[in-house]
């Protein structure tokens, strides 16, 4: 794969994230992280432990609604539904408010220097929490409550990729106005939640700082290499950011039963060491992948675990992925048309 760097892994993890648990069969269960906490045994020689915590009502504050956060912890202990697809179970609401601080813990480590890498095993998810409610399977909005955390230690800008297949309109919303958080995300199209088009660039001040790659269903590794090298990667390069998160969702392999895109696990290695690649030229190697989706057991384990290997050695032998198809280039380039106007890179 390459050079190992000698560098701890930092890991957040934590048992009461498995209480999170529905009553019945649901394909956010306690047994994804069974399959994350594999790859990681299976990969990474070194690593050290974030210890996760509760996250304070001003750090959910920052991008939630203050009414939202007091009704959230008024619903700890009990169960339900919040919406057609996220439950509440007995320990749904810990799990939560201790995922989100552990992705603050993560993002602190970043910063003081104890790591330059890192992994957040988080559940439950987070990239459909709106401000003021929650979506999706998602109680709390992890990576942006974990982005919004960086900006308050002083970083200007935070880039933050979402290659879970769903697109995260939750973080999207969250820094819809902000410039000092670059939000991308590729995902496929149509499909839920619905948001996600190409002309959604943000508004304001964060006009442009929004930036959707929707693919259509059957979008592979030569798709997704495609919007990268065309795409996301210039005007990444081109903001420079001080610290790279993750939405790492696993949904967007080939044998995932929600969705209809044709990922392998290779295809996360490539896009790993890419950005990793981009946390080494900006960030001074900072870069941290949060879990998010990923349904198929055996799939989330295989990418996961070429994720981790992509964190965990310069990547200097990885296959060049294959041509995008026509039409998937075609969408590639309507996105990168939506942006001309706000990144001279796209020109």
């Not at 169960?79 to 602190?108: F, H, I, K, N, W």
């Not at 439950?124 to 929490?129: D, L």
């Not at 919303?173 to 991308?184: A, I, N, Q, S, T």
Request: glycine share 10%; net charge negative.
């Amino acid at each position: 794969m390459g050079t190992e760097t000698n560098l701890p892994l930092g890991v957040v993890d934590d048992p009461v994230f498995d209480t999170h648990r529905s009553p019945g069969y649901h394909p956010e269960r306690p047994e994804r992280l069974l399959a994350a906490r594999a790859a990681l045994k299976s990969v990474v020689t070194a690593s050290r432990p974030i210890a996760a915590r509760r996250a304070t009502p001003d750090e959910l504050g920052r991008v939630h609604d203050a009414a939202y956060v007091e009704e959230l912890m008024r619903l700890s202990g009990q169960e339900g539904q919040l919406d057609a697809d996220t439950y509440l179970s007995v320990g749904s609401v810990p799990a939560a408010e201790r995922a989100a601080g552990g992705g603050v813990s993560l993002v602190d480590a970043l910063l003081d220097g104890d790591v330059t890498r890192g992994v957040a095993l988080l559940r439950p998810p987070g990239h459909h929490a709106r401000p003021g409610s929650a979506m999706g399977f998602c109680l709390i909005n992890n990576v942006a409550v974990a982005a919004a955390h960086a900006l308050h230690r002083g970083l200007r800008r935070v880039t933050i990729i979402d290659w879970d297949v769903h697109h995260g309109n939750g973080t999207q919303e969250m820094f819809w106005r902000d410039p000092r958080v670059l939000y991308v995300s590729l995902h496929q199209w149509p499909f839920y939640p619905g948001t996600g088009s190409s002309d959604e660039i943000g508004e304001g001040e964060g006009r442009g700082f929004t930036v959707n790659a929707p693919l259509s269903a059957g979008a592979g590794a030569g798709d997704y290499a495609t919007a990268f090298d065309r795409l996301i990667l210039p005007i990444v390069d081109a903001y420079s950011p001080e610290l790279v998160l993750v939405s790492a969702g696993y949904d967007a392999h080939r044998d995932d039963p929600l969705a209809s895109m044709s990922l392998d696990a290779a295809a996360y290695a490539w896009m790993t060491a890419r950005l990793r690649a981009v946390a080494d030229r900006h960030a001074g190697g900072r870069i941290a992948l949060f879990l998010e989706g990923g349904y198929n057991l055996s799939a989330l384990e295989t990418s996961f675990a070429a994720s981790l290997q992509a964190l965990e050695h310069v990547a200097t032998d990885l296959p060049a992925p294959p041509p995008a198809s026509r039409a998937h280039e075609a969408e590639i380039e309507r996105a990168r048309r939506a942006l001309v106007g706000a990144w001279p890179v796209c020109r």
